[in-house]
């Protein structure tokens, strides 16, 4: 809990989720026990590894890769992860030629049974406006560089859509298996701001 005395340097959304969190329990509308044992799970137990467990099947087994293109909902389901945030949850494929890049422009909406928690740089608002203007500038600032004829397309989150990235398969890792390809896959090829790498 905060109090007036340390509330310097700290953002003002920060103080504003603070006071609701607490006048919504002094009310006896939520149990702030409850609230930090939904933080604790989305921080440690879902993340980016459940997204790269998705990818990884995907890239070995077209039919699931063709499943979960057509209904990403169902199709990340069939591996166990839904939930909050991830109700429904369209994928987009990276190709040689197309680039799918996710923002939130309102907010911080981000597909969390398969990612997690939105990293920090995904909820600034200087990614959030200027992806959508010059998302070629952008993605190279955070060091990925798309040759001029690579079309990108930015999707922005809405109330009722999350998007995932599927990245492209990172070439000379035919030998690998399905296991072997999960580490490969990061968040960042996931939200489209980078891509999976060969080791
Ligand atoms: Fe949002």
Redesign the pocket.
Known sequence: MTTAGDTAGRPPAALRTEALEQLLTERGLIDPAALDGIITEYETNVGPLNGAKVVAKAWTDPEYRRRLLEDGTAAIKELGFSGPQGEHIVVVENTATTHHVVV?T????YPWPVLGLPPSWYKDPAYRSRVVREPRAVLSEMGLELDDDVQITVHD?TSEVRWLVLPERPPGTEHLSEEELVPLVTRDSMVGVAKAEAP
Do not use: I, N, T, V
């Not at 309102?106 to 909406?109: M, V």
């Open positions: 939130c309102l907010c911080s909406c989150s």
